[in-house]
């Protein structure tokens, strides 16, 4: 038996019938069929208030919309939010539809002259990721006469630590390297842009206070050196993010509150150069990753050599994070339930495997649960982040599940 990751709170004590947002997972299922995204609006907009209460005023709050860009999402995040950071023209388009264009910025590497242009002719922030980008982002702009809004995204001479995904610290194809990145910012300036500062992200999902309080000390420094180095004050200083959540056994989810005092301290103390920059923090997965379930129907049970298989309707090509496909190095269990036996113990060890004819198509190794036969329901839980949109949804021809918000 292996171990699954612990239910997220608005599930861990839910006896019988599952509920999201009080509403029966199995009627769901009934009315939009399997397999099916369910995200609950009221536990975002909860979480969003939990970082508003716990972090300085002075702190914004952007969602990096590469969690989950569903659109009646995204509509519901946008007023909750004070930016969107997105990651191509797609999302540039999608944010767009939602936010005004001085609220998002776009980063990520790689843009396209056609991208650069259409953030440029919208008024979206680039963050901009090379001193190759700069150039073709201000020859951009001088075709379109139109001086874009740029950001310069720095590859931090520091780290985050104990994050899932490290992006700092290192040779990277993110950012400018912090040695570089004064040079930058004064060749954009000198272009005609309007440089609205500075965008460092140093890695994501991490769990531990600690380790982001310290990185966001060190990035405030850094920005302070930056500036310094500029000789101008930063518009606005994205601090990053990397909040995470809790998927695995022995996960202990994020002390938020402890990182919002400490983050008020710092700023109180920050260099001078930064007294009258706006900061904000980019957060996806901590905003709606528990607010998602993916309710998957069992097609077949089977015993095979003594092991029993739970076969879904659905699998990794809508959840391939749960199949420890995307990002970990050692497979392990996200948590799993039985919709009509939320509660109940487990009876017996099963793996919940999904539909496709390969053997990495696995939602639930070895795991306990209550007996579970043909036509019951599986919920794999933190569904909400790295879902649909990070899943290889093409791959052997199955339907798309449908996606559904409640709350
Ligand atoms: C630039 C940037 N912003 C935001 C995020 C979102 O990270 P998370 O969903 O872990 O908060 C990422 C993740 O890779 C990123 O690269």
Same mark, same amino acid.
């Given at each position: 038996m292996k171990p699954m990751g612990p239910l997220p709170p608005a599930f861990a004590h839910q006896q019988g019938v599952l509920t999201i947002a009080g509403e029966d997972a199995a009627a769901l299922v009934a009315a939009y069929g399997s397999p099916l995204f369910v995200y609950d609006l009221a536990a975002v907009a909860a979480q969003v208030a939990r970082f508003r209460a716990a972090m300085p005023e002075a702190i914004g709050l952007h969602y990096a919309i590469k969690a989950n860009p569903f659109a009646p999402l995204l509509a519901a995040m946008a007023p909750l939010v004070d930016g969107l950071d997105v990651a191509s023209g797609g999302e540039l388009e999608c944010a767009l539809a939602v936010k005004p264009a001085t609220a998002v910025s776009f980063a990520g590497p790689?843009? +396209?002259? #056609? $991208?650069? *242009?259409?953030?440029?002719?919208?008024?979206?922030?680039?963050?901009?990721?090379?001193?190759?980008?700069?150039?073709?982002?201000?020859?951009?702009?001088? /075709?379109?006469?139109?001086?874009?809004?740029? *950001?310069?995204?720095?590859?931090?001479? =520091? $780290? !985050?630590? @104990?994050s899932g995904m490290k992006m700092g610290g290192r040779a990277s194809p993110f950012g400018i390297d912090a040695e570089e990145a004064a040079a930058v910012v004064r060749s954009l300036i000198e272009g005609g842009a309007t440089w609205r500062?500075?965008?460092?992200?140093?890695?994501?999902? %991490?769990?531990?206070?600690?380790?982001?309080?310290?990185?966001? %000390? %060190?990035?405030? *420094?850094?920005?302070?050196? =930056? *500036? #310094?180095?500029?000789?101008a004050a930063p518009p606005l200083v994205n601090l990053g993010g990397g909040f995470g959540v809790p998927y695995f056994a022995g996960?202990?989810?994020? &002390?938020?509150? +402890?990182?919002?005092?400490?983050?008020?301290?710092?700023?109180?103390?920050?260099?001078?150069?930064?007294? &009258?920059?706006?900061?904000?923090?980019?957060?996806? /997965?901590? =905003?709606?990753?528990?607010?998602?379930?993916?309710?998957?129907?069992?097609v077949d049970r089977k015993v095979s050599r003594g092991e029993i298989f739970l076969v879904v309707d659905g699998g990794l090509h809508h959840q391939l994070a749960a199949s420890g496909n995307f990002g970990t190095v050692v497979r392990r269990n996200y948590p !799993?339930?039985?919709?009509?036996?939320?509660?109940m113990a487990g009876e017996e060890e099963v793996s919940v495997v999904g539909c496709l004819c390969t053997p990495l198509d696995r939602l639930g190794d070895r795991v306990l649960l209550p007996?579970?036969? %043909?036509?019951?329901?599986?919920?794999?839980?933190?569904?909400?982040?790295?879902? !649909?949109?990070?899943?290889?949804?093409?791959? =052997? @021809?199955?339907?798309a599940p449908a996606e559904v918000v409640v709350g």
């Open positions: 790689g843009k +396209r002259d #056609d $991208e650069l *242009a259409a953030a440029i002719a919208a008024g979206a922030t680039l963050n901009i990721e090379s001193a190759g980008e700069a150039r073709r982002a201000l020859a951009a702009g001088e /075709r379109l006469g139109i001086a874009p809004r740029a *950001a310069v995204r720095v590859n931090p001479d =520091l $780290e !985050l630590r @104990g500062g500075f965008h460092i992200f140093a890695g994501s999902q %991490a769990l531990d206070a600690g380790a982001l309080i310290e990185t966001q %000390a %060190a990035t405030l *420094a850094l920005a302070a050196r =930056l *500036a #310094d180095a500029v000789g996960d202990v989810a994020l &002390d938020v509150e +402890r990182v919002g005092g400490a983050l008020a301290e710092a700023l109180s103390r920050r260099a001078e150069v930064l007294a &009258d920059s706006g900061f904000a923090l980019e957060l996806g /997965r901590w =905003l709606v990753a528990e607010a998602g379930v993916y309710l998957t129907r069992v !799993l339930a039985v919709g009509g036996r939320m509660g007996r579970t036969a %043909a036509g019951d329901v599986v919920a794999v839980f933190l569904a909400g982040a790295y879902g !649909l949109t990070a899943s290889p949804s093409a791959f =052997l @021809g199955h339907p």
